[in-house]
């Protein structure tokens, strides 16, 4: 008998031929387990970074760590994580820099220590990219919210 297993992230289906008897020693009896990431580990990792992190009151290097750290436990895809990381004020193109002497690429104010709530910087970006019409940014940066939302000290 020729059985086909196939999966995709936590989900796996069984194919059987359809001629062997369900209720024949042929049929296979054995549980197949998938890997799955379980709502406790979830819950875990988003409890643990909130310990470490205050998400309304982090700097831009706290912002990449708990981004590598959401990525790496598979919470978040490569594109939002090089979305929460990217800060283009690192190094700007020389046309910014020598065309717009004032430009600013976050939308919140940061504190003297270079901290900010990343929770209304991402939610200000979701509401300007509606005002502009930016769809696609706008949904990429609610999902981010969402993601940082969890983050909340409790």
Not at 18 to 34: C, I
Not at 72 to 97: M, Q, R, V
């Amino acid at each position: 008998m020729f059985v086909r297993v196939s999966g995709s992230s936590n989900m796996a289906t069984i194919y059987i031929p359809k001629n062997t008897q369900k209720d024949s020693p042929a049929f296979p009896q054995e549980k197949v387990l998938a890997k799955t990431s379980s709502q406790n580990s979830k819950t875990d990792i988003y409890e643990q970074i909130a310990k470490d992190y205050d998400i309304r009151h982090a700097s831009h290097k706290e912002l990449c760590e708990i981004s590598k750290k959401l990525y790496e436990k598979g919470e978040i895809s490569l594109l939002d994580h090089a979305i929460l990381t990217f800060n283009p004020e690192l190094s700007p193109p020389d046309y910014i820099k020598h065309n717009y002497p004032n430009y600013k690429y976050f939308l919140t104010k940061a504190d003297l220590n270079g901290k900010r709530d990343w929770i209304a910087e991402f939610g200000a970006r979701v509401q300007q990219d509606k005002k502009i019409g930016n769809t696609q940014g706008s949904v990429l940066n609610q999902k981010l919210v969402d993601v940082l939302m969890h983050l909340q000290r409790k």
